[in-house]
């Protein structure tokens, strides 16, 4: 079901055509209030108890487990996707001469960390580039071999849209026994994901893009052979059995609290950040992210029909993301088309050979228009 405009629930003027969420969202209201409430808390830490350094962490794990189909004990909170990332490359196995297999163009966050850990150990990452006549999905199945150790995707590339079937390469992935990481922060909150179908080792997403919270806060999703077995990349106090107590953090316990908690980043209590995050998410559920889907994908439909006239193309649908669309011409870009359109207040990215547009729930058909129109006057004299 298509949502009607919740642009009142948000700070955008009405001459301002935001289509730029896979850069970063704007915040609702609400989620600066809450924002706003938890960092006034600190100007009394007297009124801060020992308890509220669980209840907040624990409502924001409950929200984001609802979110993706998982339990909150499932849920760990990082302080970005790399970090969640990081932590999935510190624990899967992996040995010399093995490979690790990423996509090409695959953002940063979901590369760096397994440089690192291909270093470490004398494997290999696996840059992998759209097979001729093969889908995204079908290029990475078909790379799956004796040699794979794991398999690192993001939901849809952040460039284009580009979808991935993850219910298919999970399958592939535990069927000879490999590892399965998904960068979710372009996907979770815009596009349905559920875990228990898709049986990911590890899933992260940071806040701040489509799930519509505040920066520097993730969530990351960990399968239950981790909550046991698992070895965090920092160790601090809370996430300690027992943490509850503090007039006996003295008696230092080398047990973990169960579930994914053991994977918590420190001062994970965020008394400003954690509430921002739960809220957006709550409102999130509230609108269900179905109909988020299909909200954002009429108008990402919309474009991608009336910008085939200005011999733009995009990734058909049904093999990229409703919420995403990357708009592409064999003439290229000028350098500066994203500060052009900011000229006619139309704001969306170029991210590599792609214009990017990523609309939400605030955005209707008068954004389509405007986004149209500016491209028309920008992009008409290279026709």
């Known amino acids: 079901m298509r949502l009607p405009s919740q642009r009142a629930l948000f700070d955008i003027p009405d001459d301002v055509t935001y289509l730029n969420c896979a850069y970063m969202s704007p915040l609702m209201h609400q989620v600066r209030d809450a924002g706003v409430s938890g960092l006034a808390r600190k100007c009394r830490p007297w009124e801060i108890s020992a308890r509220d350094f669980f209840t907040g962490s624990n409502a924001l794990r409950d929200a984001f487990a609802s979110l993706v189909g998982a339990k909150a004990m499932d849920i760990a909170i990082v302080p970005a996707a790399s970090y969640g990332i990081s932590v999935a490359a510190a624990n899967l196995p992996v040995q010399k001469g093995q490979d690790i297999l990423v996509v090409a163009d695959q953002f940063p966050s979901n590369v760096y960390p397994w440089r690192e850990r291909a270093n470490e150990v004398g494997a290999k990452v696996r840059i992998?580039?759209?097979?001729?006549?093969?889908?995204?999905?079908?290029?990475?199945?078909?790379?799956?071999?004796?040699?794979?150790?794991?398999?690192?995707?993001?939901?849809?590339?952040?460039?284009?849209?580009?979808?991935?079937?993850?219910?298919?390469i999970g399958e592939a992935c535990r069927s000879v026994g490999i590892g399965f990481v998904i960068d979710a922060t372009q996907s979770a909150g815009a596009a349905p994901l559920d875990v228990g179908r898709i049986r990911p080792d590890f899933l992260t997403a940071a806040t701040y893009k489509w799930l519509m919270g505040p920066y520097s806060l993730g969530l990351l999703y960990a399968s239950a052979k981790w909550q046991s077995e698992g070895r965090p990349i920092e160790h601090n106090w809370v996430h300690?059995?027992?943490?509850?107590?503090?007039?006996?953090?003295?008696?230092?316990?080398?047990?973990?609290?169960?579930?994914?908690?053991?994977?918590?980043?420190?001062?994970?209590?965020?008394?400003?950040?954690?509430?921002?995050?739960?809220?957006?998410?709550?409102?999130?559920?509230?609108?269900?992210?179905?109909?988020?889907?299909?909200?954002?994908?009429?108008?990402?439909?919309?474009?991608?029909?009336?910008?085939?006239?200005?011999?733009?193309?995009?990734?058909?649908?049904g093999e990229r993301a409703p919420h995403y669309l990357g708009l592409h011409s064999v003439r290229g870009f000028p350098e500066d088309l994203p500060t052009r359109l900011a000229q006619h207040n139309v704001f969306v990215s170029v991210r590599g050979s792609s214009i990017r547009v990523t609309p939400h729930v605030y955005n209707d058909e008068r954004d389509v228009d405007r986004l149209l129109r500016a491209l028309e006057i920008e992009l008409g004299g290279q026709r």
């Open 240 to 317: 300690r059995r027992n943490a509850e107590n503090f007039a006996r953090l003295v008696d230092y316990d080398d047990a973990f609290a169960p579930g994914a908690v053991r994977f918590d980043v420190g001062e994970r209590s965020n008394f400003a950040l954690v509430p921002a995050a739960e809220t957006a998410i709550r409102q999130i559920l509230d609108w269900g992210v179905d109909n988020v889907a299909d909200t954002a994908s009429a108008l990402t439909s919309a474009v991608a029909v009336r910008a085939k006239e200005l011999d733009l193309e995009s990734v058909p649908e």
């Open 128 to 168: 992998l580039e759209r097979a001729p006549g093969r889908g995204w999905t079908e290029t990475v199945l078909d790379a799956i071999d004796r040699k794979t150790a794991i398999v690192a995707l993001p939901h849809c590339r952040w460039t284009d849209g580009a979808l991935f079937d993850l219910e298919r």
